[in-house]
Antibody
């Protein structure tokens, strides 16, 4: 079954870091970019960045430069997104998404991971 | 970065209505635009890419048009399952999303 399965909900304190995983199955992990998108409660979709396990390249939205790291393990087909220096503004659902469409659209999404930042 | 605006931000409609959502880009993006539908508590789902190409399995009542800086998503006859939030996304660089349009039941 073609799917992306994300890790479970996290609760973090301000200033901490969080690492979310996204495991791909049913397709070749290195064939497509994996993107990360977040959504605050009642808010819109915010693109954070992308990674490609084949080329080794990454790219980030300016807002997250210096605070986000995207890594992966090709052997287990898993992408990781780590966000540091968390504040309450980072409380959101974080999604991974495959850019597998012909135009690079996001044709496969993970189920989302709720990250709550609270003291 | 390319900015996207959507109008309206909210619309109230009835089953069977035709609705149109507009997405405008701050600079030309050719046909590099996708539309997504998101239902509450669910991940988004791509409806249209390349501005007008309907994705497999998406009902034909959905259609997209436009190029450059102005794009539209039309739902020809609104069905109960279409009440959701719709986002456009530009697919050039730094893949930004529009702010969304919530379609609610009148």
């Amino acid at each position: 079954q073609v799917q992306l399965v994300q890790s479970g909900a996290e609760v973090k304190k301000p200033g901490a870091s969080v690492k979310v995983s996204c495991k791909a199955s049913g397709y070749t992990f290195t064939n497509s970019d994996i993107n990360w998108v977040r959504q605050g409660s009642g808010q819109g979709l915010e693109w954070m960045g992308w990674m490609n396990a084949n080329s080794g390249n990454t790219g980030f939205a300016e807002k997250f430069q210096g605070r986000v790291t995207m890594t992966w393990s090709t052997s287990i087909g898993t992408a990781y997104m780590e966000l540091s220096s968390l504040t309450s503004e980072d409380t959101a659902v974080y999604y991974c998404a495959r850019a597998g469409g012909e135009m690079g659209d996001f044709d496969l999404w993970g189920q989302g991971t709720l990250v709550t930042v609270s003291s | 970065d390319i900015q996207l605006t959507q109008s309206p931000s909210f619309l109230s409609a009835s089953v069977g209505d035709e609705v149109t959502i507009t997405c405008r880009a701050s600079q030309g993006i050719g046909f590099y635009l996708a539309w997504y539908q998101q239902r509450p508590g669910k991940a988004p789902k791509v409806l249209i890419s390349g501005a007008s190409t309907l994705q497999t399995g998406v009902p034909s009542r959905f259609s997209g048009s436009g190029s450059g800086t102005e794009f539209t998503l039309t739902i020809s006859s609104l069905q109960p399952e279409d009440f959701a939030t719709y986002y456009c996304q530009q697919l050039t660089t730094h893949l930004t999303f529009g702010p969304g349009t919530k379609v609610d039941i009148k």
